[in-house]
């Protein structure tokens, strides 16, 4: 691959991220865009989808460009086996240039070839965390689609598309915190109302309330908030 053509692409993604950063897209449409754009620059490549192995071994496509991948996903999550999974958990590119002939991962390859037409795979690791890891992975009809310089853009993309994920899953987790800190915040009032009680005495109760029950602090809040039929305030 020409090195202009790489920093073109690389400049490209640079961009999009830059702007998913900016507008504040939602992680599942981020990702999207991502691999749609992936899919218009890899050569050979007809689909694209981002493959999640849970710690529970639960296997699903976090997005994808065409049903396609979603089914060989779900193969993979009844077998337990296949490439996407395979590029994950050993660290590198899994490049399978005829699914006829592949002779790994038998189960995933029968009801592959039934089930789609897909003959050509590209997977790339993006990440393992704990016991969950994330795939790329690009595909098409064709046997032998993917030439050298196809893995090559892939690992650019893969590599972009691992760091926007990480920023956009602490996105995510801010905005969750945020959202976490005002129906606490509201609860609290409602107890201080209620009850007859200052912020910090709210707090401990809704806090109390929270280990007793063995429930997270926020959904104690929301059903507080929720609930039709209010607390009786105590007398003091």
């Excluded at 592949?102 to 790339?124: G, K, N």
């Amino acid at each position: 691959m020409r090195d202009g053509t790489a920093t073109h692409i690389a400049t490209q993604l640079v961009e999009l991220v830059t702007n998913l950063e900016r507008d504040e897209s939602d992680t599942a449409a981020g990702l999207h865009e991502l691999i749609e754009n992936g899919v218009h620059h890899v050569i050979g490549a007809q689909y694209a989808g981002i493959t999640l192995a849970e710690k529970s071994k639960s296997v699903s496509s976090v997005v994808a460009t065409h049903r396609y991948p979603m089914v060989l996903d779900a193969i993979q999550n009844r077998f337990a086996e296949g490439p996407c999974l395979a590029a994950a958990w050993e660290h590198h590119v899994m490049h399978i240039a005829d699914l006829n002939a592949e002779q790994r991962w038998l189960r995933y390859r029968r009801y592959a070839l039934e089930q789609t037409p897909i003959r050509s795979i590209l997977s790339f690791e993006l990440f393992v965390d704990g016991g969950s890891m994330a795939a790329l992975n690009f595909y098409a009809d064709t046997a032998h689609a993917f030439s050298a310089e196809s893995v090559e853009l892939g690992t650019v993309y893969a590599t972009h598309i691992a760091l926007a994920w990480s920023m956009m899953r602490r996105q995510d987790q801010f905005r969750s915190a945020l959202a976490s800190r005002d129906v606490i915040g509201q609860a609290k009032g409602v107890v201080m109302e209620r009850f007859n009680l200052d912020a910090v005495e709210a707090f401990e109760l809704l806090r109390r309330l929270s280990q007793k029950s063995n429930t997270r602090l926020v959904d104690v809040a929301a059903a507080l908030i929720d609930s039709e039929h209010p607390l009786k305030p105590r007398r003091r």
